[in-house]
Structures are given as C-alpha cells and as structure tokens.
C-alpha cells in the first residue's frame, strides 16, 4: 500500500533542516510521498509573516524534490487537529497508509495530549531525532499506549526556525540553515523585516520609488552573487534614497544638528549629503544598527576607501539598476559587474567625476581616495 507521510509545522520559515528530515524519510524508503502541511503559528506565539508568504518559501524549497507535495489545503488553523488534516488527505490522497513526521520534541510534547490515543489509532509515526530528546525511550514509553513508530535514522536536526529569524531579523543570511534561494527571496519580498517599502513610500516621487524598488532587485542579485549578506542589501536598497527629496536647507539643518560635515561642498550639495542624512534616518526612524548597512547607506553616492562588499554591492546596483537611463559607460558598468564587482565601482567613479567636473562643479574628496583604493586593488 502506498505509504503517505505528512509533515506538519509552522515552517516560519522552512530551513535545510526541514529539508534534510523530508530527504532522509525519502532515501529511507520510510514512505512513497511526504506532503508538506503549513500551519499558523500556535496562539502563544505571533504570526511573524502572513501564512501565504509561508506557503510560498515551503513551494519553492520543495519545487524540485521529487515525492514531496504542498498540501493544497488552507494553513491548518492553530488548534485545528492533525486528526482532522489527516481525514482530509484521506479524502484526497484516497486508500493510503498514513504516517506523521514528527521530531522526537514534538512527540515527547504529544504524549501529555487527550486526544493522542486517537491520533496513535489514526497513523503510524516517523519520529526524527532532536537534540535534549532520547527519541528511543520517548517511542519505548509510548508504545504501550498504542504508538507504532519507526526512527528516522539521521544526524540531529540542529536548525530551528527560531535561529533561523534572529539571524534574519540581524540582517544575515542564515547561510548553513537557510536554502539560498529561499534567503533570497526572503530579502526581496522583505519577510521578517519592517514594511520599509511602505514605510518610505510617502517620502518619494513615483520614479524615485521604481528606482529605488530596482536597485534594491540588483543589490540582492549582486550581493548572492559576491557573497555579501542578500538581506543587508535589500534593507541598504530600500533606504539609500530615503533623503534624496528633502529640501537641502533642512538637510543642511540636520547636517549641522548630527556634525556630519564642515567641508562648505559637501554642505551645498544635495548628490554629497543624502546619502549621510539617509544613514542618520535609517537609524533613527527605520531601526537599522548595522554599522554596514548604514556605512553602504552613507557612501553610496561618493563611495569610499576600504569600502566592503555590502557597500559596493549597493553602489554599483544605484549606478546600473534596469530603470536607469542610458548614460556613458552604463553598459559597461552591468557587463562588469557579476564578474568583477570592483572594476565595475571604478568605471561608475570615473565617469561621474568626469560628468561632474564637465560641469564645473566640486567633487568629493572620498571618490578620489575610494578610486585610488580601488586602483590599488585591482593592481594586487
Ligand atoms: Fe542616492
Ligand atoms: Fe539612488
């Protein structure tokens, strides 16, 4: 008879180490078909993203995997039992033997349950390892009460979806716990982070908006590609040009309030001071304290000495995002950017200076440190 496993979980968000439970049931021949079950988060703990999001990185993450299906069922609610999802893949799946993944945490937890009799009766479990809980004595304990179970046998599923949201909420990646093509789609649809697409919406044009929505596409492509954080740069993108429309004497106001700068052309130039007022934003109103983001935030415009993949990332992706009109050495910059980040920063600084001096006006001093330092590189 064909053997059915379901696995159920809040999946917030789904980690390799779910992945690597699905894989080792499947390898093991433990079962024909898993069938993924999303659930809300259970009532003590907050919804963090909404239950479509979640869905979708559970689609993605098991797109490619043969034998593994999303059940097409709205999200278990919370409470909701998995007798009664279970009831309903039988509807669907048909005559089947039914088994429920389950980590050993989860099954020790299940034991205390009224109506766990029932579920026992109902499918036979596959219970995988969790660190903390000796699964043997756990299926040992409660095989008198009714419970068949086979061990899952595979290493300790270290990850959690907890781990998994610290690292994201400080701007990582989570890279080891986290599939990458789910970290990146995490970062641009921004989950797990403040709405910040809503949150500077009303302090830009349209155009300012589309750009900014582009460069914030191309910092993720670029920092995947160069290995710098991907949720970084989404953040870093979202907020580079969150001054960019203020009027300069407040600007200059605020420059003067925070000692940005005394230079007398930084002070009277727009293009040189809403990078530094943006960074002063990011921290005060849009709660970002990661000294790279803000410096990525800061330099953008002017680029500097030393700067750091994140920064460059950011740099390049304002300078040669796909809404970008056509101007000299633009193709260039994107023919060189995927391969070689930092000759691609050197091009975009050339040409500026050379556009900015044609009209007569002054130049930032860190743009000819930063073009030196990138000329030292690219000379190693
Ligand atoms: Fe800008
Ligand atoms: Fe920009």
Known sequence: MRRIAVFAGAFDPIHLGHIQVIRSVLERRLADQVVLMPSSAPPYRKPTIPSAALRGLCAAAVADMPGVALADEKPLKSGQSIIEA?????????????????????????????KAP????????????????????????????????ELVEMPQV????????????????????LDPEIARMIALNGLYQLPYETMIRPYMSQRRYQHTLGV???????????????????????LHDCAKE???????????????????????SNALLHG???????????????????????????GRPGMSKLELCLFVADKAEKGRRPYPGL??????????????????????????AGRGESYSEETDAAMNYLEGQAAH
């Open 86 to 114: 279970i009831r309903g893949l039988r509807q669907r799946y048909g005559k089947a033997e039914y088994l429920y993944i389950v980590g050993a945490d989860k099954l020790a937890g299940l034991l205390h349950w009224s």
């Open 118 to 149: 029932k579920l026992f009766s109902l499918c036979c479990f596959l219970v995988y390892p969790r660190e903390g809980y000796a699964a043997q004595d756990i299926i040992r304990f409660a095989s008198p009460h009714g419970l068949r179970a």
């Open 158 to 177: 270290r990850v959690s979806s907890a781990m998994v949201r610290a690292e994201l909420k400080k701007l990582k990646d989570a890279s080891g716990m």
């Open 216 to 238: 914030r596409d191309l910092a993720v492509a670029l920092a995947r590609k160069h290995g710098a954080s991907m949720q970084a740069a989404a953040v870093a993108a979202l």
């Open 246 to 268: 203020m009027k300069l004497g407040l600007m200059q106001a605020m420059a003067r309030h925070w000692q940005i700068t005394d230079d007398p052309a930084e002070m009277a």
């Open 276 to 302: 530094k007022i943006a960074a002063i934003f990011a921290q005060q109103r849009y709660d970002v304290h990661d000294e790279d983001v803000l410096n990525a935030i800061r330099y953008h415009t002017t």
């Open 331 to 356: 193709e260039e910059i994107r023919s060189l950017m995927f391969d070689r980040l930092e000759a691609a920063a050197l091009v975009s600084m050339r040409g500026a200076k050379s556009f900015v």
